[in-house]
């Protein structure tokens, strides 16, 4: 670690909040993957589209697909 007291890597949160500031535009493309499970409620992943794979391993939201709504119906 790099002083932190937290228990986590200060470095590598920097690192993400530098790649973070790329996608500060008002416009960018997300992708979403949907899976099913049989025993609990389908859980939805989304990751700006133009994430490297090292990237996506921290920039992504995942939360049960019923969390989401249209955005055309909230409008």
């Known amino acids: ?7 986590y890597d200060d470095r590598s949160t920097r690192q993400r909040l ?3 500031t790329q996608y ?5 493309d997300l992708e979403s ?3 099913a499970y049989e025993s609990r409620p389908d859980r ?3 990751v700006p589209r133009e994430c490297s794979e090292a ?8 939360a049960d697909v019923g969390a989401f709504v249209d ?3 909230v409008r």
């Open 18 to 20: 530098a790649a973070a």
């Open 24 to 28: 500060s535009s008002d416009d960018f």
């Open 33 to 35: 993957v949907v899976v």
């Open 55 to 62: 990237e996506r391993v921290t920039t992504w939201l995942s």
């Open 44 to 46: 939805c992943t989304v």
């Open 1 to 7: 670690m790099t002083g932190s007291t937290g228990g």
């Open 71 to 73: 955005l055309g119906d």
